[in-house]
């Protein structure tokens, strides 16, 4: 019996040995998973804080739109809003892009200067009046046709990666950033 008992120390001496050195790189295999998923997560998380801002500056063009459209909003109040949400534009999106939202800009801006020039001419030169409204007609006219435009403007920007619609399982399979 004691050598049984014998063998058996020996067997849980050689178990302990091989626990101990198998730890460590258990312990090693799991912290690399672990920041594996937090360089996931991390991805995921730039991904989205972009699409956030491109999202804000594509609903400050969309208002922008919306106020040129309107005859009472066209104010500077909302060309201020239109550059503090857009003030980053040239970083998330490509020149083409950038340049688009440049143009609504100008032609927003020559609405502007039209409607100062319509308040200023009331009871001046009736024909710069009449010019004046005809211009500011065709600028609102041509926003109206933008909506269209800017969906397709921006809807690179805008739609998520199929592989965000699969199921987490099978989604890093799929990525590719």
Request: net charge positive.
């Amino acid at each position: 019996m004691s050598m049984t008992y014998a063998m058996l120390l020996h067997a849980l001496e050689g178990l302990k040995s091989l626990s101990c050195a198998l730890a460590t790189p258990s312990i090693a295999v799991f912290a690399a998973w672990i920041a594996y998923q937090q360089f996931r997560i991390q991805k995921y998380r730039l991904f989205f804080d972009l699409r956030d801002r491109q999202l804000r500056v594509f609903y400050a063009v969309r208002q922008l739109i919306r106020d040129a459209i309107s005859e009472s909003a066209t104010n500077n109040s909302s060309l201020n809003n239109f550059r503090l949400s857009t003030a980053e534009l040239s970083y998330f999106f490509n020149p083409v892009t950038v340049t688009y939202v440049e143009e609504l800009e100008a032609r927003f801006l020559r609405m502007l200067d039209l409607k100062e020039l319509i308040g200023d001419e009331a009871d001046g030169n009736p024909e710069a009046l009449k010019q004046a409204k005809r211009e500011l007609r065709e600028i609102r006219q041509s926003m109206r046709l933008e909506h269209g435009r800017l969906q397709a403007e921006f809807r690179p920007y805008l739609e998520l990666p199929a592989s965000f619609l699969t199921l987490p399982s099978t989604r890093a399979a799929t990525m590719k950033w």
